[in-house]
Structure formats: C-alpha cells, structure tokens
C-alpha cells in the first residue's frame, strides 16, 4: 500500500490544476479526480484511444489525395507526401524548413497571407479560396484551398486542406476562350446566324442576321418575329419545305428561297442548317446561317439572258463562228460554218475535236503559223485570204479573225475564230477593177482622141492653106510671094505638132507595173533640193520652209517621192500665177508614226464643186496645153502604194494644201508593186 501510495500522491502533484503532461496534445490532458485520483485501468483506455486516433490521422493524411497541411510561425510544422507532391518538393524539405510564402505566386502572396493572419487573429475561424502557387521548378500551378483557425503547442496555427486544380483551370480557361471565340464569330460574322424552333420560333439571331433583315438590333427581330413561315417566307410552304428536308437529311446546304424583310422587301437567301436534337432525338430547334445572295442571282439571270442572247447571235449568225483547244481541236461550232466548211448537218460530227492545225491545207496556206501566234495569245486579222476548205474541194477567199481566249488568271485557254467568206467579194471586186481599168482606158484613149484630134484637124488645114497658097501663086512669078503668111502657117503648124508631143510625153511618163525600188528616204534633204530648183526659177514667189521637229528616214522610192513632190509644188506654182503677194509654205512634222508634209500656198484655191474630183485620172482645170490631168492621180497612187495618202483642203480665193502623210515603215505593206 505504500508503494501505491507514492505512485497516486506523485500523479497528483502532476495532475494538480489540470496542467498539461509534457509532450501530450491538449486531447491527453487529465483533470483531478474528486477521489482524487484516476484509474489506472482508465488511463491506458484513453492512451489507447488516442494512438489510435494519432494513427488513423496519419494514414489518412499520408494517402490522402489531396494535400494536407498545418501553419505556425510562417513555417510548414506538418505538410502530407501529397502536398509536397503538388509543389515538387519531399515532406523533408517543407516541414519547419519552408512556409507557404515559398509556394505562392509572388503577385498572389498578399492575398494568401492576408487570409492567414485573419484566422490567427480570430477574424475568421475557416475560408475557402484560390491562389496561384509555384512548385520547386518555377512551374506555376492552381491551387483551391480550405483552411480554419486552430492550436498547435498552445499558440494559435492554421490547418487545412488543398487541392491542385491547375488542369481544372486551364480547362475552364480554355472554354472561356473558346465561348469567347464562339461569341466573336457569332457577333462579328458576315452571313446571318440563326436557331429557330419546329414550331416557328426564333430563339436567337446574330448582328448580321438583323441587317440582313432589316431589323436594328437582334434584340427587336427575337421579339417581333414570332411565326417564321409566315413573318419571313414569302411562301409559307417554302418553310414546310425546308423542315421536310432538314428533318429528312438532318443536314441542309444550299437551300434558296425567298425572305421579307421588316418593310416588305423581298430578298433571295441560301441557307445552311442542321437540326439539334436531345439524348431523346426530340429535335430541340434548328440552327443555320443565312447569306442574301439577291445580288447574285441577279447577276446570274443577267448572265443567263446574256448568255441566250450570245447563243442566237453566234447560231444565227451570218458568219462562221468556231473555237479552237490549245491543241488546236473545234471545241464549238455555229450553222454558219456548216454552210462554209459544205458539211451540212455532219458539221459537229465531223470537226468536233478535229485538229485542225495537222489539217495540210490549212499548213499548205499558211493559216496554221497564224492560229499557233493566236494561241500564244497574239491576236490577228486577216483579209481576203485564200484557203482550200476542209475537204480540199472548193478554193474559197475569206476574211479571218483570230480572238484568244484568256481564263480568269489570264491563260490561254484557246482561240474564237470568225469568218466571212468573201470569195464573191473578191470575184466582184476584181471584175470592177478590170471594168475600171477598161473604163479609164477607154477614158483616156478618148481624151488622147480629143487631145490629137485638135491639133491634127489643125495640121491638116493650115498645111492645106500653106499648099493652097503656094499652088495660087503657081508659076505666075509676078504674084509677089507673102511669106508672112506663109511662115505664120508654118508657126502653126509646129506649134500644132508640139502639142501632139506633149500628148503623147504625157501618156508615156504614166509608169509601167515593174514595182518600187524601195530605199532609205531622208524627206527633209529631199525638200530642200527641189525648193533650191524651184526658187531659182521662180523669184517672185517666197518660198517659206517650216519644220516642227527631225525627221526620221522613211522606207519609199525616192524617184517616185521627188516626181510626187515637184508635181505638187509645181501646181502650187502655177496657182500663184500673176499673184503680187505669192507665197508657198512648206511644212513638215511627225506624228503617230507618220511623216507629214504639207504644201500650202496662197493662190486662186480649188472650187467646191471639183474638190473631190481631182484626183481622179484624167481630170484637169488646166489649159490643153498644159497637161492633160493624170499628175495628181499618179501622185494619189504612187503615195498609196508606200502605205499613205494625199488629200487637199482649200478655201477657193485664199490657196489649197496638200497634205502628204508617209508612214515611217512601210513593212507589211506591198510596196513592192507599182501603182498601176
């Protein structure tokens, strides 16, 4: 009994007061029994109980996935393996080494210590909030924390929980963007967006949709458009249509139908939609979008009347009209070229991808070199051209165009030829000019009658009158002899004969068809070497010589250029015949690659009424001594056979100009043959 005694009164001087026993939670503390003492059996029942609290604690903490710590003193007094897990640390390396400051983001850390020094002051017993924390490798994670107030060794401390929801987070943040996108497109789309109920409800609608419709805002279409077959189709069945199809397929594209806008307008729409349904497959409403395709449809009933009225032109068509591949195989055909080609009604089948560039009278004629440069993308234009047709039975002449078809990234693509025959043409034309040549040769055999018929008429009598005259006188040598007379009749009749000359030096300066003799021109240097002449012989006349700018040598026959230019001069000469104040102006300049010179003087001018007549052969306001009227003709047709042309103004009382205008190359031109 005394041992027990001593046992009992020392666990009474420890318990007395009910002080805490060294190293026991505030759970092991023991209060003074009013027997004075405490079971021994009672006390190992307790400790017991707490060990096992202790050990299910631990296990608990230690396997729980979500970290679990304690706070005091700004340090971890006790952190589980998950939350060093979270933070990229072992439990070793936090526990009374590393505080919660060591694992929030810097910008974040004011609002976790903000939290925990509310809850050790007592402000706040527990709180649940976010932070931003940072593990071991800088890594920044999400974090969700719950912590209360709570006491640890006597002094006050903070206990918790936490748990990583960094994956969480950046899943939100990702459907927040992604509803941010949604919500853009939504707004900011060019094409109208829309769901809309089975039964004719409109549910939502975007900025685009509205305008598309006439409405200000999305707003006031939800709220005025309450019945969409009847509000917005302008055929209500065309609504039971799209249901019909949508519902059948599910998906709809390209769906066109006609809409009413708020005032009445009518527009053409294309719609894409799609239905939407529940985990039931009851369709909850369809969603769509919307683009006004008026405009487009317009455009294409513009093309389409354009297009029918292109194909009666090209099938009624008087000409032949066909296109060419690359390859140069028909790709089209017209009537036209039925009639043309002698194929009738086999024409499509007989040309349709024919390759008419390995066709040899087409290589013989020389129209396959043009269609190969047109398919190069060069354009050309040819006239009268002779050509075997398609079977190699009939010659033809014809005019051909060559047009290049470029696609829309300006490619070749092939070539639209067009065709008029002109073989009648050509016959008719060439029987005119055989007539016109047999008509102006009658002409001039006429005025070459007239011009000698004059001064022979006038040979015979005189010559009559001089043999009468000598015969009068006879023998009888008593008559005197008047040789005045008789050399007067003799004057006549050289002046007579003369006359006869010049006819006839008229008729063979004409030039024969032996062609050009095609140089290198300089016209200024020509000029000046015939006004040198001309002034010299003319003194009374000024002579002026303008010139705007240098000259280019232009290709011609410079025998011919010199004929033309003194013929014309020289007819301005004669116009200033008997003029106080005469003056000839010579003029020259170059312009679109043309040499231009005009001869102008002051003279008499030419009358209205013969203007337009004297350049044809033969025609002449000269005295018969003078001429008989084929210079300016000749002029006409040597100037036009070196590719350019003569023509005159004139105010009758004030002078004429001739204006000569020479090309600076005469290349493709047939200088090569006379004019007549």
Known sequence: MKKKRLIWAANRRRMRGGVLRKGLPSSEILFENTDGAIGLTERRQTAAA????????????EKSLVGVYLIQDSLFKYVNPK???????????????RGP??????????????????????????????????????????????????????????????????????????????????????????????????EGKLIAANPAFAKMLGYDTPEECLSLITDIGYQLYSDPGVREEFIRQVESNGL??????????????????????????????????????LEDITEKRKVERELNHLHQFNTAIIENAPVAIFTIDLNGKFMSVNPALATLSGLGLEVEEKLLGFNWLENPYTI??????????????????????AFM???????????FKGVPLKGKDGDIEGLLCIIEET??????????????????????????AHELNNPLGTLVAYAERATNYLESIGEDLAVPLELEKLRSYLNIIDEEAFRCKRVVSDILSVPKKEGMEIVQVDIERLLDRILERISIDNAGIMIIREASAPLPKIQGDSRVLRQVFVNLINNAVEALDGRIDARLW??????????????????????????????????????SKKGIGLGLSLCSDFVKSMGGTVRVESRPGFGATFIVSLPVSVEGNQAGEGAL
Not at 155 to 163: C, D, E, F, S
Not at 177 to 184: G, I, M, N, P, V
Not at 365 to 385: H, S
Not at 429 to 435: D, H, I, P, T, V
């Open 389 to 399: 047709t398609y079977k190699g039975d009939r010659n033809i002449f014809m005019d």
């Open 50 to 61: 707490i060990r096992e609290s202790k050990n299910k604690f631990r296990d608990l903490s």
């Open 83 to 97: 939350l060093a897990e979270i933070f990229g640390y072992t439990t070793d390396e936090l526990i009374d080494r």
């Open 423 to 448: 073989t009648e043409r050509v016959m008719t034309r060439a029987k005119l000019m055989q007539e016109a040549k047999m008509s102006a040769i009658g002409r001039l055999a006429a005025s070459v």
């Open 252 to 289: 709809l594209k390209g769906f066109e139908c006609e809409l009413c806008k708020k005032n009445g307008e009518r527009i053409w729409v294309s719609m894409n939609a799609r239905r939407v349904h529940d985990t039931g497959k009851r369709v909850l409403y369809y969603e769509g979008t």
């Open 101 to 198: 400051r060591d694992v929030v983001w810097p910008q974040d850390w004011p609002l976790v210590a903000g939290n925990i020094q509310r809850r050790l002051v007592g402000e706040i017993e527990s709180i649940q909030y976010e932070f931003r924390g940072i593990t071991k490798n800088r890594e920044v994670r999400y974090i969700e924390v719950y912590g209360s107030r709570t006491s640890y060794k006597g002094r006050p401390a903070v206990i918790g929980t936490l748990v990583d929801i960094t994956k969480r987070t950046r899943a939100e943040e990702l459907v927040k963007d992604a509803e941010q996108k949604y919500r853009s497109i939504f707004e900011n789309a060019v094409e109208g967006i829309f769901q809309s109920t089975p």
């Open 586 to 623: 010579v003029r020259t300049a170059l312009k679109d690659n043309m040499v231009i010179v005009n001869i102008e003087d002051n003279g008499i001018g030419i009358p209205e009424a013969i203007i337009d007549k004297i350049f044809e052969p033969l025609f002449t306001t000269k005295e």
């Open 364 to 385: 013989r004629c020389g129209l396959a070199e043009y269609i190969r440069k047109g398919l190069q993308g060069e354009p050309f234009q040819l006239w009268d051209f």
